[in-house]
T-cell receptor, first 111, second 114 residues
Framework: KQEVTQIPAALSVPEGENLVLNCSFT??????LQWFRQDPGKGLTSLLL?????REQTSGRLNASLDKSSGRSTLYIAASQPGDSATYLC??????????FGQGTRLTINP | DAMVIQNPRYQVTQFGKPVTLSCSQT?????MYWYQQKSSQAPKLLFH???????NEADTPDNFQSRRPNTSFCFLDIRSPGLGDAAMYLC?????????????FGPGTRLTVT
């Protein structure tokens, strides 16, 4: 059974810092991995999708990497801003588009 | 422009009183999903529709049902809500079930059971 773990569970950093969020998964037989952002009480916003054949994807200040063989992905956020404060979730697609989510990392950017 | 729309955004129901949550999409995607997310937990897939083909997760309680009358709409019915069913319910869509496509999520419906 696939298990997805995100470390740390919570992170607080000063504005302007670069930071890395971690995601690990136990079964490397995945189709893709998706990073989401969730604001309190809201739905999920897709940030980046990495296919299993890809090593990384970039969107603006965000860069996600995938090492399928070791079961790891990272989300790098450059020059963090208070508006980046949210919970970040990673999810792996195991086929039939069934996503298995991690518990999330709650990120706080302090002005 | 909203692509996945959920109504209502907040729903309060009484213990045991049936409730229906609604999801609609403007993306013309083949697949629609319902997830349950309890407080501070990861979203958990309840079931999904691939076109008209319903796919239930093995551990989804019988209390939860779904209908998809057409491509655009999908409903989640909770026949007899219990206090443990209080959660955020998230609807998502994807173009198809092959591995390459993103899932797009709606804003969610927060269900309170009194």
């Amino acid at each position: 059974k696939q298990e997805v773990t995100q470390i740390p569970a919570a992170l607080s950093v000063p504005e302007g810092e670069n930071l890395v969020l971690n995601c690990s998964f136990t079964d490397s037989a995945i189709y893709n991995l998706q990073w989401f952002r969730q604001d309190p009480g809201k739905g999920l916003t897709s940030l980046l999708l990495i296919q299993s054949s890809q090593r990384e994807q970039t969107s603006g200040r965000l860069n996600a990497s995938l090492d399928k063989s070791s079961g790891r992905s990272t989300l790098y956020i450059a020059a963090s801003q208070p508006g980046d404060s949210a919970t970040y979730l990673c999810a792996v697609n195991q086929g039939a588009q069934k996503l298995v989510f991690g518990q999330g990392t709650r990120l706080t950017i302090n002005p | 422009d909203a692509m996945v729309i959920q109504n209502p955004r907040y729903q309060v129901t009484q213990f045991g009183k049936p409730v229906t949550l609604s999801c609609s999409q403007t993306l013309n995607h083949n697949v629609m999903y319902w997830y349950q997310q309890k407080s501070s937990q990861a979203p958990k897939l309840l079931f999904h529709y691939y076109d008209k083909d319903f796919n239930n997760e093995a551990d989804t309680p019988d209390n939860f049902q779904s209908r998809r009358p057409n491509t655009s709409f999908c409903f989640l019915d909770i026949r007899s809500p219990g206090l443990g069913d209080a959660a955020m319910y998230l609807c998502a869509t994807s173009r198809d079930r092959t591995g390459s496509h993103e899932q797009y999520f709606g804003p969610g419906t927060r269900l309170t059971v009194t």
